[in-house]
Structures are given as C-alpha cells and as structure tokens.
C-alpha cells in the first residue's frame, strides 16, 4: 500500500521543506492526490521512488512558487525535532542541539530548489545521483548547488543567524 | 580572488574526504594558520552531524486516514470531471429547460389548457413535417423524370451530324 510505504517518507520531507505540520500534512496529501493522478502516465521502468519523489518535489515548488510561503511559519524547534541524546557529555548535547535549532530555521534562508537538494542529501542521507535523478539535474550542478548550501549553513553555525541573512547571496531562481 | 576564497571553495570536498591528498595538504595547511576558516570547516562538520541526527517524525493518525481516502476523493472528483465537460453543456442546458417547464406544468392549476396547446401545437408540427415530406417525395420524383429524360437526350444526341459508317 502506498500510503503505508511513503507517508512517512512524503510527510518528513514535505515538514522539512515547508518547516510546519499543518502545511506539511496539506502538502503531503496534495501530493498524495497528484500521485493517484499520475500513475498511469507512470513507466515501469523507471525507479518508482525516484519518480514519486519528483512528482513530490514538483508540487513542493509549485506551491512555493504559487504562496511563496507568504502565510508560512516555520514551527519553534520543539522536542519533536530533538534527536535522542547519542552525546554522554551533556554541555557537548546542548552544543549540538543548538545548532540543529541554527540550521532548522538556516533552512528558510536557502532558495527551495537548495533546499529540497540539502534535504534530500543532507537530513535524508541520499546519495548525489539519487537526488539529481529527483531534481532532474546533472550529478555536477547538484553537487555545486549543495556544497553552495552547506557553506551557508556553516556560516550560519559560525557566526550566527544574521549570517544567513548577510549571506543572502545564493540568488533565489524562482 | 582571496586564499580564503580559494580555500572555501574546495572545504566541503575536503570535509567529505574527496580531495586529493596534495590539495588536502594544501587546505590543512591554511586551517592552520586561518581562524575564519578552520571554524567555516567546524560549521561544515558540525553541520553534516546536526543535519544527519534530526529525527524523523511520524505522520498523525488523522493525516494517515485522510491519505487512505485520497483514491476515494480521486474516484469523485473524476466524476465531477466527467459531469463538467464542455461537449455536455447543451444537453444539460436542454435539461434545464425541460425541468422548467415541467415545474411549470406541474406548478399551473390550468393543466388541461396546457396539454391542450401542447397538443395543439405537436399536431400543428405533425402536419407540417408531413407537408414538408409531401414536398420533397414531389421534388425527389420531379428530379427523377429530368434525370430520365436528361439520359434520353444524351442517348439520341449526335454532336457533329454525321451518320456511322461502319453501320452502313
């Protein structure tokens, strides 16, 4: 059953990329919808969760580009996102979770496309070729489009928010 | 372009141990002696571990039945689809006008005046349907007797007057 094998996996991404439940669950069922649309036009020979995540990522955008996430407010980071403590030194967990909460909301100050990619390498743990086969984009671009993202984010983590703002500079192609 | 420049181009290969061992050398080197950039490739790291220990979070109960009836919203809007075509807009407009007047009939407490005029008017175009179809039988045998003796004429016609010698 779809619903069994991808929500979770459609749901988590849509949460990343979106930042709130209640948008994440709209965007997850839209694209639910678009799915039981498109699996006819589906070819057999292609990677099914490949397929499925760019019709994911497709409607991500699309409904980026339509809203521009005008209403959108990315939730607090709350326990829901804090990872079970892997750190015996309680001062270095502290560390480690503020940054998880710097990068949470550094995600905002990446254009959608960067951002879907980070996610999909990054917090999803693809592998590069696996995302640019989502993207619909060469191994290089992605690669260079991520790595762009990283030095961002990690310039957020050194010097602070107002980083990502400064930084501004990865120009939103939409 | 600065050293640093350089340097942060190439740093997130070097956190994931893509470079060679040279240029590897060559970005250790200027960690070294860069504070700015050594803590660029801490972020890089710290970053890589933060991102890969955020957890993830199962969907609600209620966003698991609404994906379940996604098919069923699917099935109904696909015959809402279907009802909305363009091709069906005349033979919904003819219902409609049909409905109104029989609600008109039925809302009328002189029905049997009506079904008079109706009745009146389907013999009226009874009557012209068979006059119309009088005429055209009239036209059809008219064109018939022409094309006879259009044929006859051809028959019996000899353009340049001169008899056939062979059958003489």
């Not at chain 1, 006819?40 to 490949?50: L, V």
């Not at chain 2, 250790?28 to 790291?45: E, I, K, S, V």
Request: charged share 30%.
């Amino acid at each position: 059953m779809l619903v069994d094998l991808y929500s979770k996996k459609v749901f988590n991404l849509a949460y990343q990329f979106a930042g709130n439940v209640p948008e994440a669950e709209d965007l997850t069922q839209d694209i639910f919808l678009k799915l039981h649309g498109a699996l006819p036009r589906y070819d057999f020979g292609k990677n099914f969760t490949a397929w499925f995540l760019t019709l994911a990522k497709n409607a991500l955008i699309d409904e980026y580009r339509r809203t521009k996430w005008e209403k959108r407010q990315r939730d607090e980071f709350d326990e829901r996102l804090h990872a079970a403590a892997d750190e015996s030194d309680p001062e270095l967990e502290l560390v480690r979770e503020e940054a998880r909460k710097l990068l949470w909301s550094g995600l905002d100050a990446l254009p959608p496309d960067m951002r879907l990619a980070v996610i999909l390498k990054e917090i999803q743990g693809k592998k590069y070729e696996e995302v640019a086969e989502v993207l619909g984009l060469p191994v290089g671009t992605v690669k260079s489009r991520i790595n762009r993202a990283r030095l961002q984010l990690a310039k957020i983590l050194r010097d602070g928010p107002a980083a990502g703002v400064k930084q501004g500079g990865i120009h939103d192609p939409l | 372009m600065t050293p640093c420049d350089r340097i942060e181009e190439i740093l997130p290969s070097f956190i994931d141990g893509d470079l060679a061992p040279a240029e590897a050398d060559l970005v250790r080197r200027h960690l070294d002696g860069c504070p700015a950039c050594a803590a660029l490739a801490a972020g890089l790291a710290d970053a890589g571990r933060a991102f890969a220990a955020f957890p993830e979070i199962e969907p609600s109960p209620a966003l698991i039945a609404r994906l379940r009836a996604v098919p069923r919203r699917r099935r109904f809007r696909f015959s809402l689809n279907v009802l909305l075509k363009p091709s069906l807009q005349p033979v919904f407009a003819a219902a409609s006008v049909l409905a109104v007047a029989f609600s008109l009939y039925m809302a009328s407490p002189d029905k049997k005046h009506i079904e008079r005029a109706v009745a009146r008017e389907l013999h009226r175009g009874y009557s012209t349907f068979e006059r119309l179809a009088a005429k055209a039988g009239a036209l059809t045998d008219g064109l018939g007797a022409a094309a006879d003796s259009l044929y006859a004429s051809i028959k019996t016609l000899n353009p340049l007057g001169k008899t056939d010698k062979f059958s003489q």
